[in-house]
């Protein structure tokens, strides 16, 4: 993509400073991660170094910092990402060999087959979806964003449909995301009401275990994740923590080890090794045909 040319732009300090720091973040995280990073992961980075305070005022100020900073060339703007906005579009393809390229790389192996569990995530935070998914997609986990609490329909139909699709005999582990606030606590609660309602009344005998990996108060202490402050009717005003709070590579690093802990990575590498060759043969007859295919491995007469 075409940068834009840098602009003269007479900062303040204390905007060079967020603007300075908001590029450090983003080039670390695109450049080092190959992931783009919301204007909210940016504006809690920021307060975590002590540079602003967790308000509306200040995130609507680093809101347009960031938009200046963008529309001057100072921050690329494919670097930050708006995922609650999203078009709707169909792929396009020049011809039908750039399509079998594309469907070839598409390609994925069942590698649950031999596992004993079968993992998917539930993420409260649309937003924060993509990073998950980063990560859960090495691992074939299916990654489901509930923006809050998930209707009925994604829970009889789609996540059903999928566990016994994939999932069938084996024991469901479900990873929960979420904020760490009396909804958010109360969230983990009602996946597993509707996962026991499935198995009483519509024949979903599925063994499972419900783990919440973030935001936990362990999390909180351990890396001193900054509170927001939030009135409740029956609780008055009471510290919150925001699944946003999290630095993008803590999060990263908190779903790889909740993934490998209930996998067996030996047979997940065996697989993906399969898949590989797999790929390169479906590659070889894109190129040059099945009977040249044949012929390659001596199996055409």
């Not at 596992?115 to 090495?138: C, M, S």
């Not at 202490?221 to 946003?244: A, F, Q, R, V």
Request: glycine share 6%; with cysteine.
């Amino acid at each position: 993509m075409r940068r834009v040319v840098m602009k003269k732009w007479n900062m303040k300090p204390r905007t060079r400073i967020i603007v300075s720091e908001a590029y450090k973040l983003c080039e670390e995280m695109n450049r080092g991660y190959g992931q783009r990073v919301t204007v909210r992961q940016i504006y809690y980075n920021l307060f975590s170094k002590g540079i602003i305070q967790l308000n509306q005022r200040e995130y609507r100020r680093v809101c347009r910092i960031l938009t200046n900073a963008r529309k001057r060339g100072y921050i690329p703007f494919e670097w930050i990402e708006d995922r609650s906005r999203r078009p709707l579009m169909s792929m396009l393809y020049g011809d039908i060999q750039e399509f079998l390229g594309t469907l070839i790389e598409e390609y994925k192996r069942d590698t649950w087959k031999g596992q004993d569990r079968f993992v998917i995530i539930l993420v409260e935070k649309e937003a924060l979806a993509p990073i998950i998914w980063d990560i859960a997609k090495e691992y074939n986990v299916f990654v489901f964003p509930t923006k809050g609490f998930p209707s009925w329909s994604m829970f009889v139909e789609d996540l059903r449909q999928l566990v016994e699709c994939f999932g069938a005999g084996k024991e469901l582990i479900v990873l929960v995301l979420s904020d760490l606030d009396p909804s958010g606590e109360h969230i983990k609660e009602d996946y597993k009401s509707k996962l026991d309602f499935m198995a009483k009344e519509l024949g979903f005998r599925q063994p499972y275990i419900i783990e919440k990996v973030a935001v936990t108060e362990e999390q909180v202490k351990k890396y001193n994740l900054p509170p927001m402050y939030k009135s409740y009717k029956n609780k008055g005003t009471i510290p919150i923590w925001e699944l946003d709070a999290l630095d993008p590579k803590i999060l990263r690093q908190i779903v790889k080890e909740a993934i490998e802990k209930y996998i067996n990575l030996e047979l997940l590498y065996k697989d993906l090794e399969t898949e590989e060759k797999e790929k390169e043969m479906l590659r070889y007859i894109a190129n040059y045909g099945v009977e040249a295919y044949l012929d390659a491995i001596g199996g055409n007469g």
